[in-house]
């Protein structure tokens, strides 16, 4: 069974550090990857996602590692910024795709 | 393009009445999903269905029932509402392996039950 592990499950940092979240799983044949951020009492919402067969993906101050043999993802955070405090997710989606397997999440908060 | 909805977006049951939990997409995929998310417990899957007349259980399937007659609803049943139901449900959708298979979440749906 897929386990998906997130530490550290909270983070503080000050405005203008980069920020580094580390997501781990069990099982290296997966679909792909994808990183979520979701903010109190809102839906997910979706940030990179990485194919199996890709090591990193980039969308603005966002990348995105993906070490499928280590089991491992990164996502790096440049130059963070108070409105960047929410909770990020990572879930794997098993090998035929259609069911994904969440962290639990690390809840980052960006002091100005 | 309204992505994936939910509805309602809240509701208040009592234990052993049922209700569904609607959940459409207009973005003409083949994958859908529920999950439920609880402190401590994370998102977990409830149902899936990889296209209209297939479902199939996930990790948490006992006390809710799905269908997908249609590609763009996949309905969600709660048969007799537990307190241990409690929970924000969410439902996604994804063009599945022919596409890039991102998947995409509605709002949610918070559900109490008494």
């Known amino acids: 069974k897929q386990e998906v592990t997130q530490i550290p499950a909270a983070l503080s940092v000050p405005e203008g550090e980069n920020l580094v979240l580390n997501c781990s799983f069990t099982d290296s044949a997966i679909y792909n990857l994808q990183w979520f951020r979701q903010d109190p009492g809102k839906g997910l919402t979706s940030l990179l996602l990485?194919?199996?067969?890709?090591r990193e993906q980039t969308s603005g101050r966002l990348n995105a590692s993906l070490d499928k043999s280590s089991g491992r993802s990164t996502l790096y955070i440049a130059a963070s910024q108070p409105g960047d405090s929410a909770t990020y997710l990572c879930?794997?989606?098993?090998?035929?795709?259609?069911?994904?397997?969440f962290g639990g999440g690390t809840r980052v908060l960006v002091k100005p | 393009n309204a992505g994936v909805t939910q509805t309602p977006k809240f509701q208040v049951l009592k234990t052993g009445q049922s209700m569904t939990l609607q959940c459409a997409q207009d973005m003409n995929h083949e994958y859908m999903s529920w999950y439920r998310q609880d402190p401590g417990m994370g998102l977990r899957l409830i149902h899936y269905?990889?296209?209209?007349?297939?479902?199939d259980q996930g990790e948490v399937p006992n006390g809710y029932n799905v269908s997908r007659s249609t590609t763009e609803d996949f309905p969600l049943r709660l048969l007799s509402a537990a307190p241990s139901q409690t929970s924000v449900y969410f439902c996604?959708?994804?063009?599945?392996?022919?596409?890039?298979?991102?998947?995409?979440f509605g709002p949610g749906t918070r559900l109490t039950v008494l």
């Open positions: 990485i194919q199996s067969s890709q």
């Open positions: 879930a794997v989606a098993g090998a035929a795709g259609n069911k994904l397997t």
């Open positions: 269905s990889v296209g209209a007349g297939i479902t």
């Open positions: 996604a959708s994804s063009q599945g392996p022919k596409g890039s298979n991102e998947q995409f």
